[in-house]
Each structure stands twice: as structure tokens, then as C-alpha cells.
């Protein structure tokens, strides 16, 4: 019995020692992605006003390299928000008829234009449309991220989203498929867990597949990391019953 007992204890002290590893990390993280958009913004719009007779090239680069920074910016506060209305429990879902082939064409069509130069975005879409029960934005929002995750580690290639109905009829698997770097076996099976990132030089907190699983799963489906490893792709793929459940 006191074995027992000791052996919890010491699990109980390695949980909370690696939280407050884990929580420093995000720290020292959050601060450096939030500072670098910031500087990156602040930066190049004094630029824009302190140089009124710079050339059309050259401010093109400016209001790009701005946007670009605001939308990584909005991003991180909004995966902030969301994590925290996991925590507290308080994440809403709106649950209705939704029409695969215009869910994938909306997520498509609003990325199409946002792929780096030597990246290709393609839509794979089954002749027999399907039509499930869940949240569309909360969907949309998941593809979201694994397409922005997809950019940030493929420099040329291509990034496939399609869908399929599963084999027995009962729900339907969407696929973000990319030829980009891979990730390592070692850390496939962290990828999903809290302030993880599989590169520690890429923007972002970790957040991103954190809450695409807790959406998936409060969905009643399931995400799946295929990859064989550094240098080969990744595959994530979302299983989404034709029946969410209520949320």
C-alpha cells in the first residue's frame, strides 16, 4: 500500500514538473513569435512613412511582408483564444447540414491564392457528393490549419486536400496531403501533444493540431498523422461521422 502511494506520488510530482517545463516553454515561445510579427509590422511601417519616395517594388514588399506578418499575428491570438476555451470548457459548436464538395471548395478557393511561389494546391473531390451533420466553420477552421502546418514545411511540391466516404457508409475522411519535409518517427506520436513543434525554427506556438484534435474529437470523429518519416510528406486525415454528436 505505501508502494503504492509512493509510486503515484512520484508520477503526480513528474506531471507537474514536466507542465511547468512545459508552460515555460510556451513562455519563452509565445514571447518570441509575438515579438517577431510585431517587429516585423512595426518595422517596415515606419519604413513606409519615414521613405515616402521609395519605389513601387520596393513598398509592394513592405505591405506584403505586413500582411503577412498580421495574418501569422491574428492567427497565434486566435489559437491563444481557442486554447482557452478549451480549457474552460467553453467552446461552442453549431451543428447542421453540411455539403462536403462546398466546405472543400470554400477551404480551396480561399488558399489557392495564399501558396508560396513553387507550391501547388490541388482539390480532389469524389463524383458522389456527401452530405454530414457538424459544425462547417469548426471544420473549416481544422483544414485551415493543417493546410497553413502543410506551407510551412513544404518549399515546392504540392499540397492535396480531397475527401472520400469512409468504406462502410457511416462518414466521410478529408485528407491534407503534402510532399514536404516529413516528420521525423521519433516525434509522430508528440504531434498532438500540447506546445509541441516538430521544428523549433518555423513560426508558431504548437497550438495549431492541439485544438484541431479537440475539435475533431468534441465532433465525435477522429485525426490521423501518416508519414514515413524526414524528407517524405505528411498525411493528416480527419474521420467525421455522418451524425456529429451533440456538443
Given at each position: ?22 508552460k ?8 518570441h ?13 515606419n519604413?513606409?512613412?519615414?521613405e515616402p ?21 491574428l ?22 447540414e453540411?455539403?462536403m464538395h ?7 478557393n480561399?488558399h ?34 493543417l ?6 514545411f513544404?518549399?515546392?511540391?504540392v499540397?492535396?486536400?480531397g475527401y472520400n ?8 475522411s ?12 521519433d ?17 508558431g506556438?504548437?497550438l ?12 465525435g ?16 486525415t480527419?474521420?467525421l ?7
Amino acid at each position: 500500500k505505501f508502494k503504492d502511494q509512493e509510486r503515484i506520488l512520484i508520477e503526480a510530482r513528474q506531471k507537474a514538473e514536466e507542465a511547468d517545463r512545459m508552460k515555460s516553454a510556451f513562455v519563452a515561445n509565445m514571447s518570441h513569435d509575438i515579438r517577431t510579427p510585431l517587429n516585423a509590422i512595426v518595422g517596415f511601417s515606419n519604413l513606409l512613412v519615414e521613405e515616402p519616395n521609395i519605389d513601387a517594388e520596393e513598398k509592394s514588399m513592405c505591405i506584403n511582408t505586413i500582411n503577412t506578418n498580421t495574418q501569422h499575428l491574428l492567427k497565434l491570438i486566435n489559437d491563444i483564444l481557442d486554447l482557452s476555451r478549451i480549457e474552460a470548457g467553453s467552446m461552442k459548436y453549431s451543428l447542421k447540414e453540411c455539403n462536403m464538395h462546398d466546405l472543400l471548395r470554400e477551404v480551396y478557393n480561399t488558399h489557392k491564392l495564399l501558396m508560396p511561389e513553387d507550391v501547388d494546391l490541388k482539390l480532389f473531390l469524389p463524383e458522389k457528393n456527401m452530405t454530414i451533420v457538424t459544425d462547417y466553420h469548426r471544420i473549416v477552421e481544422v483544414l485551415t490549419n493543417l493546410i497553413s502546418n502543410s506551407i510551412k514545411f513544404t518549399e515546392h511540391g504540392v499540397i492535396s486536400l480531397g475527401y472520400n466516404e469512409d468504406s462502410d457508409g457511416q462518414g466521410v475522411s478529408i485528407y491534407v496531403k503534402d510532399s514536404g519535409k516529413g516528420i521525423p518517427l521519433d516525434k509522430q506520436k508528440k504531434v498532438f501533444d500540447r506546445f509541441t513543434k516538430v521544428d523549433e525554427y518555423t513560426q508558431g506556438a504548437g497550438l495549431g493540431l492541439v485544438i484541431c484534435k479537440h475539435i475533431v474529437d468534441s465532433l465525435g470523429g477522429s485525426i490521423n498523422l501518416e508519414s514515413e518519416g524526414e524528407g517524405k510528406g505528411a498525411c493528416f486525415t480527419i474521420h467525421l461521422p455522418n451524425q456529429s454528436p451533440k456538443v
